[in-house]
């Protein structure tokens, strides 16, 4: 069999491309835990990734160097986490706009990796897809106070329980609450008596400084 495999690879004219439809085909067929995303790690053209606009997550200048460095030297070691938008025919970033941005912005890294970007599909609806974003950013560490507000406030637009959110989002109701205050939105607040102790001088000076030490990528 193995060498059967060997044989159609050695005709084949695209081997990036028969390598994927094989993988795929044992992660289809053969895979006993093929509901793990991570079952299939596809290469895909980076022309076909794209960025969400919703991510709360901002890295510093410093730390995008570092991740180049790793990239640069260490290879890929987690793929971009992403959707299949039919509709757009694109794969659309759920978690890894930085490693994503890194290929993109980066010949060295791009002729590596043949311009394409190791990638695992989930199937999510656009807000559990935020909600995906918000716990790998969560788990991490790693997102922005604004980002997080503004995430907040599409959900609730889309009609989402403030207790729906913060099971999908895993955060307390205290919290959610100091969000829809940071936006500034009347819309959030009109079932919610406003109390200007919720945002302490201290949360202010903690944003302020995030936002100075930050740069969204």
Known sequence: ????????YD???????????????IHQNLSLINSQPVDYVRWIDIEKVQAN???????????????????KHDGYTQPIVTIFDEELNKY???DGFHRYFVC???????EKT????????????????????????????????????NMVFSMLDEGWEDSKICNHLGMEPEELLRLKHITGFS???????????????SQILIKKDYESNKVDI
């Open 1 to 8: 069999m193995f060498k059967e495999i060997q044989k159609e």
């Open 53 to 71: 606009d919703y991510n709360p997550n901002s890295v510093a200048g410093k730390e995008m160097q570092l991740l180049h460095t790793s990239i």
């Open 104 to 110: 993109k912005s980066n010949k060295d890294i791009s």
């Open 187 to 201: 819309k959030l607040f009109a079932d919610t008596e406003y109390k200007k102790s919720w945002v302490t001088k």
């Open 114 to 149: 043949h311009g394409k970007l190791p990638v695992v599909v989930i199937e999510k609806d656009i807000n559990d897809r935020m909600a995906s974003t918000v716990r790998h950013n969560r788990a991490r560490g790693s997102h922005s106070v604004d980002g997080m507000a």
């Open 92 to 94: 659309i970033i759920v």
């Open 11 to 25: 005709k084949a004219s695209d081997k990036i491309k028969f390598v994927e439809e094989l993988k795929d085909w």
